[in-house]
């Protein structure tokens, strides 16, 4: 069965701590695993999503204290959506206005409502009211009701010089079609997929390029079932647009490969499988710091280098 859409997006934020107590008290998400940067250990990769860290659901963060921010340009990310109730975003707007968050007027984009919105490091985010899903789990932990909670990404929005290259690869690919175009933006989603199925191309050229620093999306990762699924999309890549990706790389969660895709934004493929269960049973997602076993024995180490949080803030 192909399994198809968004698996993961991840970005930089600035202080540790912040981040945690941004993403699971005031949007109310879970910390699904503590761990580190498998390249640069000395950081944290915190990933949030659902109860159980479901594909289309998860948002990582590499946190660096003192990070420069970014520059929105083209080239990049330029917001990362999720998905709530239709009647849901009442909620949000007042919840964001007793915390403190800065949000944008509410708008309509092809037909649904967002509610545009930053992180405390700039990310630029939006929560979109669908309709239909308030049956669907969602993930509380007290802070914000079920009825209201987050129900996974609903998709991105990539700000690129032109839709069409870079369309080229969702469609062919990475198992996406084209639905609409609004103004300047061109939605393509991924059938079959309700969460995390959406992709709008927001063409705009001339722009300066981006720069990448605190609250920018470092990459966006897209499903694949297995290794099977996933070789093939490499194949496809090779053979029908004359790309080619990183080798496998084992992140302990899912397996993945890298590429620039014509428009210059980093995409990943990564598998479903093994899931974030892999290391620890679902009812502790989170609660310890997970090392790979190539860096197990340098946990003393690791863990006299990453700044202090407390997951309180995460409870």
Do not use: C
């Not at 109310?28 to 860290?53: A, I, M, Q, S």
């Not at 080239?75 to 944008?104: L, N, S």
């Not at 939605?187 to 050229?205: L, N, S, Y």
């Not at 892999?278 to 700044?307: N, T, W």
């Amino acid at each position: 069965m192909n399994h198809h859409g968004i698996h993961h997006v991840t970005a930089i934020a600035g202080n540790a701590r912040r981040n945690v107590e941004f993403y699971t008290r005031t949007l109310g998400l879970r910390l699904v695993k503590k761990t580190v940067n498998f390249d640069d250990p000395g950081t944290y990769h915190f990933y949030y999503g659902d109860e159980v860290g479901s594909p289309g659901t998860i948002l990582t963060f590499f946190p660096w204290d003192h990070v420069a921010p970014g520059r929105l340009g083209v080239g990049e990310t330029q917001e990362t959506a999720f998905r709530v109730p239709e009647g849901a975003i009442g909620y949000w707007t007042h919840r964001f206005i007793e915390k403190g968050v800065a949000y944008q007027p509410i708008v309509r984009r092809f037909g649904e409502t967002v509610l545009s919105f930053k992180d405390p490091h700039g990310m630029r985010l939006a929560l979109v009211g669908v309709p239909g899903i308030e049956s669907e789990p969602g993930w509380t932990n007290g802070e914000v009701p079920a009825e209201v909670a987050i129900r996974g990404f609903h998709g991105v929005n990539l700000l690129l010089q032109e839709a069409a290259p870079t369309g080229a690869i969702l469609t062919d690919v990475l198992g996406f079609t084209e639905i609409g175009r609004e103004g300047s933006l061109v939605r393509f989603k991924a059938e079959g997929t309700q969460i995390g199925g959406i992709v709008d191309i927001h063409e705009a050229g001339g722009f300066l390029p981006a720069r990448m620093g605190g609250g920018s999306v470092h990459h966006i990762a897209f499903r694949a079932a297995d290794d099977a699924a996933e070789a093939a999309m490499v194949k496809k890549l090779v053979e029908n647009h004359g790309i080619r990706t990183t080798e496998q790389k084992d992140r302990n969660y899912f397996r993945s490969v890298y590429f620039r895709e014509p428009g210059h934004v980093l995409f990943e493929i990564a598998t479903d499988i093994p899931g974030f269960a892999a290391d620890e049973p679902v009812a502790h997602l989170g609660e310890a710091l997970k090392l790979p076993s190539f860096l197990e024995p340098r946990r003393a180490q690791i863990e006299a280098v990453l700044p202090q949080i407390d997951l309180s803030d995460a409870a």
